[in-house]
């Protein structure tokens, strides 16, 4: 029952499918800058799969993708690892960034991650935008997924200012957005809370996780699964080249 739900979810969020659009002999790189929620996965912590893992799938093959979110990273400390200026020495005009913070900035007790939201959070956001545009990239802001926190049965918020903070940017400098928080919270609590999670990394006990994990953050296969497909209807929406190469899934 509680399959057939998320699969009945699934099916109305995407219609049955994703429109096929058409292809083009256009090349397009896609950057994914972000945290352990984008970030590719090692086979020992499956079923764990970050969304921007599985976005190649529903892209032609006209599209790379090349996923440098990592697990635990804010805006502050991706740029001081020196990870983003890494990715804008390779940006070339016509390429895509998906910017999805917010998770590990709130992390107040860590002073190597966090920033405040309308001060130093929104001015790493500012220079990820300022920056990629300078060299001819198209740079696109995502909100933070929800987390799975449920009181009294209702879907009860964990970030705080941040997705604003996302959505005053794109405001401000005209950036598009994806609210992917608005969108996965509409998800999640069109599952249920039981259901729901299916689409994290709820597991039974094995040799390397003995106890089992009851993770409300980080996605199963279904939910990485399901936030791409929320992303990549909204990119359709987009008035941009990438839109026209969504496949049929």
């Given at each position: 029952m509680k399959r057939m739900r998320l699969m009945l979810l699934v099916m109305i969020l995407t219609n049955g499918s994703v429109i096929?659009?058409?292809?083009?002999?256009e090349q397009f790189t896609v950057w994914t800058i972000g945290d352990s929620t984008m970030a590719n996965k090692?086979?020992?912590?499956a079923p764990e799969t970050g969304w921007c893992q599985v976005f190649h799938e529903f892209v032609t093959g006209n599209v790379e993708v090349r996923n440098r979110a990592v697990n635990g990273r804010s805006t502050k400390s991706f740029i001081n690892e020196g990870r983003w200026i890494s990715i804008l020495d390779s940006l070339k005009a016509g390429d895509y960034?998906?910017?999805q913070f917010g998770h590990n900035d709130e992390k107040f007790?860590?002073?190597t991650r966090f920033t405040d939201p309308f001060t130093s959070y929104n001015k790493n956001l500012e220079r990820f935008v300022r920056e990629a545009r300078g060299k001819g990239a198209t740079p696109i802001l995502f909100t933070s997924?929800?987390?799975?926190?449920?009181?009294n049965g209702l879907l009860t918020d964990t970030h705080g200012d941040y997705p604003a903070a996302t959505r005053l940017v794109a405001s401000q400098m005209n950036v598009p957005l994806i609210d992917l928080q608005l969108l996965t919270a509409g998800a999640v609590t069109a599952i249920g809370e039981e259901a729901s999670k299916q689409i994290y990394l709820w597991t039974q006990p094995n040799a390397k996780f003995?106890?089992?994990?009851?993770?409300?953050?980080?996605l199963s296969v279904e939910g990485a699964h399901l936030v791409a497909k929320l992303a990549v209807q909204q990119l359709m929406l987009l008035?941009?080249?990438?839109?026209?190469q969504i496949i049929s899934k």
């Open positions: 096929a659009q058409p292809n083009s002999s090692k086979a020992e912590v960034v998906f910017i007790q860590d002073t997924i929800v987390r799975r926190k449920f009181e003995p106890e089992g994990r009851k993770d409300d953050t980080h008035d941009n080249s990438l839109g026209k």
